[in-house]
């Protein structure tokens, strides 16, 4: 499972396996706590992140919302930088 970005603890990992499904969704790894986050309604779908880290989480999705798509797609991962 490719690393896309790392910040904060987090690490943000997409998976590209047959048995990945919609909706599109990218998997946050937290120390012991995972969360799943559908990147177009931008909401924890699957998991158990802290509310801190979840903002976090959220707010980095949301400024890569449309890149984060476009790997779903394309299946072409990329590195993004973290959140500032």
Not at 36 to 59: S, Y
Request: avoid cysteine; charge should be negative.
């Amino acid at each position: 499972m490719p690393v896309i970005s790392r910040f904060y603890g987090m690490i943000v990992k997409m998976y590209f396996l047959a048995s990945e499904h919609n909706p599109p969704h990218i998997h946050i790894v937290y120390g012991e706590y995972l969360g799943v986050i559908d990147i177009k309604t931008l909401k924890m779908i699957q998991g158990d992140l802290p509310d801190k880290a979840l903002k976090i989480a959220l707010e980095w999705t949301t400024l890569h919302q449309a890149e984060l798509l476009k790997m779903w797609e394309t299946q072409d991962i990329q590195q993004l930088p973290p959140i500032d």
